[in-house]
């Protein structure tokens, strides 16, 4: 966490490009989870020069919103030619996944450093992040208290009615304490509607986490961080948050 707001307080360049490398190594999850769970890293070798592709979206992103543009173009390219009935363009499950890729976390996380580069983005990104952090303590502190009712349990077992619930108290809690201590100007009314909305945002990125580790027939994305499993694992609710705040700040 104290590394995390020092790059946060810096900005610029520096967080951009830190942003890029956690894209890359997320990117490389993400493939390697579709593509290739039960097989060394070594064979995504062939594919690194479209693993580098999320990464540039996102630190970019800091020169123009245009790499916005370009990642979704090119997202569009990758996934229509993973949808022909042809290999003529290369493999098409690689292509869908690689299209996909540059959406999440490429697209979807490059929103993090939008959001730095507001005129109050170091006070958003805080929020950002700090909010997360709660939605997911409370969700996780409750359910695991008095958790009985299943949410999604085709996607997470474990999950529950009664954490979620905790969830959204917790993001109601973090953006009614942190909105009016960063000044970020909001009146009670949108403090509500946005503490519930991360609330949900938050819960949703985890779920589309799980359900894309489900599908794919993996634990966890990697074990980068033990006993934490992967990058995507850390960063699956801050990516249901990230593009929810962003939209907010910038024309709320």
């Not at 009935?85 to 540059?102: C, H, N, Q, S, Y």
């Amino acid at each position: 966490m104290p590394a995390l707001l020092a790059v946060i307080a810096l900005g610029g360049w520096t967080f951009a490009i830190v942003a890029g490398l956690i894209a890359l190594g997320a990117t490389a999850e993400f493939a390697r989870v579709w593509l290739a769970p039960d097989r060394p890293w070594r064979t995504l070798a062939p594919l690194a020069p479209m693993l580098c592709a999320p990464a540039v979206v996102v630190a970019g992103a800091h020169a123009s919103e245009r790499f916005l543009l370009a990642g979704a173009v090119l997202a569009l390219l990758f996934l229509a030619a993973g949808h022909l009935r042809t290999d003529a363009f290369g493999p098409r499950k690689t292509l869908r996944v690689m299209g996909w890729a540059i959406v999440y976390p490429g697209i979807v996380f490059a929103t993090v450093v939008l959001t730095r580069d507001l005129e109050q983005g170091r006070d958003w990104l805080l929020l950002l992040v700090l909010t997360t952090f709660t939605v997911d303590t409370g969700a996780y502190a409750t359910g695991s208290l008095i958790g009985r009712r299943p949410l999604a349990p085709a996607i997470s077992p474990r999950k529950t009615l009664e954490g979620a619930l905790g969830g959204l108290a917790g993001g109601l809690l973090a953006v009614g304490v942190l909105a009016p201590l960063l000044g970020l100007g909001l009146n009670a009314g949108a403090i509500v509607a946005l503490g519930l909305g991360l609330g949900v945002a938050a819960q949703a990125g985890d779920l589309l986490e799980s359900w894309m580790k489900r599908r794919a027939g993996v634990k966890d994305s990697s074990g980068l961080l033990p006993g934490h499993g992967g990058l995507l694992d850390r960063l699956d609710s801050i990516a249901g948050v990230a593009p929810v705040v962003y939209l907010v700040a910038n024309f709320g």
